[in-house]
């Protein structure tokens, strides 16, 4: 799988992104990178920054994104391309340190496409997603002359997926230069003492009478049936998704977590 090396900053890309030519300028997203192709009979590989996934060992990072893929893509879109050598590059979002709207924010947003000759311009990039039926990451200028763009006087906007200040933007040229802009109130983002969650507590907080209901609706919307068990499915990801910091990275005991999601997705659908 081809890979993808990280975004330069600014102060270290390459002068002549700002020589000449046109800009987007894109949302920079706090997340992991997560690679995929897709094989001639419809087949998914993933892939990190630095190595192939394999199917029955997905980080837990990755789990919610790689699922959400394979739910969402639209295969006859895929199977109708030649997608020979070509390879597919996105966020995959889960809690790190922007405190992301986790109900609005897709799972992954794609950043790149290489065609398995060369990296497509911002433009093919956003279609391919699109065609795919992916969200492609969002952009907030698009076609600017690169010689009008002034970093020293520039401010990082607010973003697209809760209400604060972007984690930064990327700026890409067509011909597939590329730099970044961190906002300043990430570069150095304050230690916090680590602390140890209480399972019940995040599991509580999160699993509210609402979330199980817009849940049941939304299995019974796609044709499956709101039980338990498709209940735990649908929520367990989601929760590890938006609470990893508290749960993954915290080392909770994750068989606690699913005892507590199971026992009040239990108790909804009794009371």
Avoid: C
């Avoid at 996934?53 to 295969?75: G, K, N």
């Avoid at 600017?144 to 906007?157: H, K, L, M, Q």
């Avoid at 049936?225 to 990801?237: I, K, N, R, V």
Wanted: proline share 7%; net charge negative.
């Amino acid at each position: 799988m081809h890979p993808y090396l990280s975004i330069p900053s600014l102060d270290s890309a390459a002068d002549e992104l700002l020589e000449d030519g046109h800009l987007w300028i894109q949302e920079l997203i706090d997340g992991d990178l997560l690679r995929f192709r897709i094989d001639s009979s419809g087949g998914l590989q993933f892939g990190d920054q630095s190595r192939v996934l394999s199917p029955d060992d997905i980080p837990l990072e990755y789990r919610y994104a790689t699922q959400f893929v394979e739910r969402s893509l639209d295969y006859e879109a895929a199977l109708s391309a030649d997608l020979d050598g070509v390879v597919f590059y996105s966020v995959a979002t889960y809690q790190r340190t922007v405190p992301y709207d986790w109900d609005r924010m897709p799972p992954v947003l794609g950043i790149d496409v290489w065609d398995g000759e060369r990296f497509l311009p911002p433009d093919a990039v956003e279609q391919a997603f699109e065609r795919l039926d992916l969200d492609p990451v969002n952009a907030f200028a698009k076609e600017i002359r690169a010689t009008d763009f002034d970093p020293e006087s520039y401010t990082v906007p607010g973003s697209n997926w809760y209400d604060g200040q972007a984690y930064g933007v990327v700026l890409r040229s067509k011909t597939g230069k590329r730099a970044a802009i961190q906002a300043e109130q990430f570069r150095e983002p304050e230690e916090t003492p680590p602390t140890t969650a209480d399972p019940a507590e995040v599991v509580d907080e999160f699993a509210t009478p609402g979330r199980l209901e817009r849940a049941a609706t939304t299995l019974s919307e796609q044709g499956d049936a709101p039980e338990s068990d498709a209940l735990f499915d649908y929520l367990f990801d989601r929760l590890l998704r938006q609470e990893h910091q508290s749960l993954v990275e915290e080392g909770v005991h994750l068989g606690s977590v699913r005892a507590r999601l199971s026992e009040r997705i239990n108790d909804s659908i009794t009371d």
